[in-house]
């Protein structure tokens, strides 16, 4: 697999910031959507998201970059450290001593004083089992895999894909099912969780690369755009409403938009601007299942033409004092 930095195209001196602008870049222009007639950028989209999540994960970067894991984040040599021993002698050597086996060191064992050829597996049997001795339980090597004392790793699952999935306000609040392309190319509808949020992670079983022990994951990020009328406080909804300066003192229904559509809200005969009203079980679903509420602050307007108004309250006075309790 291709050095994650040369995937991105940075450097290695590259901050976290360099890596992200680098990546958005590239999986907009490689994503399927906007690839369809090129099976290569599908391929090529998988690599990008693959090196931008070894590389924005601090500890795996670190790690890469010292030269003990690959681009996939498997281990670079599994039995590093295995040929030298803590004692002077025996067959790993001693500090200092990693130079491993030579025909030499077993001169004596079975050839003849200038032997240059040693059979270690003659020997081997010879020592613990085999040929001429009692043999080992199920006839294994006392040292295990080729002599390391260490079992082999087991075979290691494909590599995660990460994904991006952007999300609409209202599609968030509702729970709205979502689609997204995989980077084989095929669609499927997810369903967002309860409690979802900017930030939130959705795991996909087997939808990641392939591997020798079965598919990886695919990890699925969710970031949910702003609303131009709506904002999240919690699990409610704050929505700031314009009524008229009739409605403030006659009161009356007025239709309010929602999350879940529009709505009719009763108000009250003399309402004051700033009020606030609650629409219940009108704003995001929490982990529990429950909704929260929306928040409606009233906000009086005056019209735009005044004359009328001025006309009408000619010789009228209101002479009660709303700063009064303010203390100015």
């Known amino acids: 697999m291709a050095d994650p930095y040369t995937t991105l195209g940075v450097a290695r001196t590259a901050d976290e910031k360099a890596i992200k602008s680098a990546y958005r870049k590239l999986a907009k222009e490689l994503h399927p959507d906007r690839n369809t007639d090129n099976p290569k950028a599908a391929e090529r989209f998988s690599q990008v998201t693959n090196a931008y999540d070894l590389l924005s994960d601090k500890n795996k970067r670190a ?3 010292r030269g003990e894991i690959d681009a996939k984040g498997n281990p670079t040599n599994p039995f590093a450290g295995m040929g ?7 067959f790993g050597g001693g500090a200092g001593n990693q130079r491993g086996f030579r025909a030499e060191d077993f001169q004596g064992f079975g050839g003849g004083a200038g032997a240059e050829e040693v059979d270690l597996g003659d020997i081997f049997e010879g020592l613990f089992g085999g040929r001429g001795g009692g043999a080992r339980p199920g006839g294994g090597s ?5 002599g390391t004392g260490r079992r082999p790793p087991p075979p290691q699952k494909g590599a995660d894909i990460g994904y991006r999935l952007r999300v609409s306000f209202i599609d968030a609040a509702t729970l709205a ?3 997204i392309t995989l980077a084989d190319g095929k669609t499927i509808d997810l369903k967002l969780p309860n409690g979802v949020e900017d930030g939130t992670q ?8 392939q591997g020798p022990a079965g598919p990886g994951d695919g990890l699925v990020t969710i970031s949910v755009d702003s609303h131009k009328l709506y904002r999240r406080e919690g699990d409610d909804v704050r929505f700031d409403l314009p009524i008229t300066l009739d409605e403030a003192v006659n009161g009356g229904k007025v239709r309010v938009p929602t999350v879940d559509g529009p709505v ?3 108000l009250k005969p003399g309402t004051n601007g700033g009020s606030t009203l609650r629409l219940k079980g009108k704003g995001f679903t929490r982990k529990n299942g429950t909704r929260g509420d929306q928040l409606v602050t ?5 019209p735009s033409d005044l004359a009328e108004l001025a006309k009408r309250l000619d010789g009228w006075k209101d002479e009660s004092d709303p700063r009064s309790n ?3």
Not at 142 to 146: D, N, Y
């Open 84 to 90: 030298g021993g803590g004692h002077r002698g025996g």
């Open 202 to 209: 959705m795991r996909l079983k087997g939808k990641g690369e």
């Open 177 to 179: 099912p979502q689609r």
């Open 142 to 146: 006392p040292f295990g895999q080729a």
């Open 326 to 328: 303010l203390g100015a």
């Open 63 to 65: 790690q890469f970059d």
């Open 298 to 302: 009233l906000e009086i307007q005056l």
């Open 264 to 266: 009719m809200m009763t």
